[in-house]
C-alpha cells in the first residue's frame, strides 16, 4: 500500500535552517509529483508550500517560502526533501508531504517545525 514516511524537524532559531525527508513506498514514485504543504496549529486548513514534478524538473513554492525553501526528490531512492532555510517564527507549523494516486490521496504523518528563540 501507499506509504509515506517523514523525517526532520524540530526546534530552530529564526534564521536557521531544517530539512525535512519523505520516504515513499508503495507506489511508482518515478511517475508522480509531490507535493508539500503545512498546516498551522489552530487553523484547519493545509497551506500549499511546494511541489517537485515526477522528474524534478519543475518546481513551484508559495509565494511565502520562494526564495527560502527549495523541494528536491531522488528517485531512485524514492523520497523527496523540503530544505528550509531562514526560517520565520511564521514558517511554525506541522509539514507534510502529500501525493496522488489513482484519485486518492495520500499524506505523510507530518513533521513538526517550531521555530522560535
Known amino acids: 500500500q501507499v506509504r509515506l514516511v517523514q523525517s526532520g524537524g524540530g526546534l530552530v532559531q529564526p534564521g536557521g535552517s531544517l530539512r525535512l525527508s519523505c520516504e515513499a513506498s508503495?507506489?511508482?514514485?518515478?511517475?508522480?509529483?509531490m507535493h508539500w504543504y503545512r498546516r498551522v496549529s489552530g487553523k484547519d486548513q493545509y497551506e500549499f508550500v511546494a511541489f517537485i514534478s515526477f522528474n524534478g524538473h519543475n518546481t513551484v513554492y508559495s509565494d511565502s517560502v520562494k526564495g527560502r525553501f527549495t523541494v528536491s526528490r531522488d528517485n531512485t531512492n524514492y523520497a523527496t526533501y523540503l530544505q528550509m532555510h531562514s526560517l520565520k517564527p511564521e514558517d511554525t507549523a506541522v509539514y507534510f508531504c502529500?501525493?496522488?494516486?489513482?484519485?486518492?490521496?495520500?499524506w505523510g504523518e507530518g513533521s513538526t517545525v517550531t521555530v522560535s528563540l
Open positions: 508503495g507506489f511508482a514514485f518515478e511517475d508522480k509529483t
Open positions: 502529500n501525493v496522488q494516486v489513482l484519485d486518492q490521496e495520500y
